[in-house]
């Protein structure tokens, strides 16, 4: 019998390809760092395409330690990628992804229309800065490849595959070490916490943007999310390829509405 190989292979595939995600941000970062230094009174002392790097460290780092978080717990809690049974055990690809491609796009997408719709029955109870406009709306090629990426990939590297995986061994060793894996309710509390720890992350440019009242407070717990839980449940039952499908569906909804 085959013994099972070490997965480094699939590490630095998902690694290379959360740099490059993170890249994708840089466009955006070189448009809008100026006006947010210009705004909190910070001179640009270097140039603006060295802060805009700069400024992408963080992110990095997150994927970085939800990656190696995902590498050496995930299948030890239950979870499991196809990428890394492909490169420990040998097992189909491709087959695998199809198996799971329609469920995951559906259940995505059906998160971006219902995450749009919500969104445009709360515009009359927002403040104007958060209101959605024709110019804000409007996707660029490095917008809509970020989305993909980033926000497709290396957004579910960093919460499902990192904050997810960490929240339920954490809680399956300190309250059910007697049991062989966590049980639904622990795994159903990692899924809701990690979706709203994503939710609560935006509390800072939300703020920034607007007052923070109740209603301004409860959108971006839901925008941010809604589709954490769908993606946390297929990432539970379908593997971590499943709730990057579900998630890239999802922003793909968004860029059409946009369109």
Request: cysteine-free; hydrophobic content about 55%; aromatic content about 14%.
């Amino acid at each position: 019998m085959q013994h099972p190989r070490k997965p480094w292979r699939s590490f630095v595939f998902f690694l290379f390809v959360g740099v490059i995600a993170v890249l994708s941000l840089l466009p955006m970062q070189i448009e809008i760092l100026p006006r947010q230094l210009e705004e909190l009174g910070v001179p640009l002392k270097l140039p603006i395409e060295i802060m805009a790097v700069l400024s992408l460290l963080n992110p990095l780092l997150f994927i970085i330690v939800g990656l190696l978080i995902g590498h050496f717990l995930a299948e030890r809690t239950g979870f499991y990628s196809f990428i890394y049974d492909k490169d420990r055990y040998g097992t189909p690809l491709l087959s695998r992804l199809r198996a799971v491609f329609i469920i995951s796009a559906l259940l995505g997408g059906i998160s971006g229309v219902f995450i749009v719709t919500v969104d445009f029955f709360l515009q009359p109870f927002l403040p104007e800065e958060l209101h959605i406009s024709g110019a804000e709306s409007t996707v660029d090629f490095f917008d809509l490849v970020a989305r993909l990426l980033y926000g497709g990939i290396a957004e579910e590297l960093m919460l499902r595959f990192g904050v997810m995986t960490l929240v339920v061994f954490i809680m399956w060793k300190v309250f059910q070490r007697s049991q062989a894996r966590p049980t639904s309710v622990i795994v159903w509390i990692g899924i809701i916490l990690s979706a709203l720890l994503f939710g609560l992350g935006h509390y800072a440019a939300t703020a920034a943007a607007t007052d923070m009242t109740p209603i301004v407070f409860a959108r971006m717990i839901f925008l941010n999310g809604f589709g954490g839980i769908i993606y946390g449940w297929l990432y539970w039952r379908r593997g971590l390829e499943a709730g990057m499908i579900a998630h890239i569906a999802t922003h793909v909804v968004f860029v059409l509405f946009s369109l």
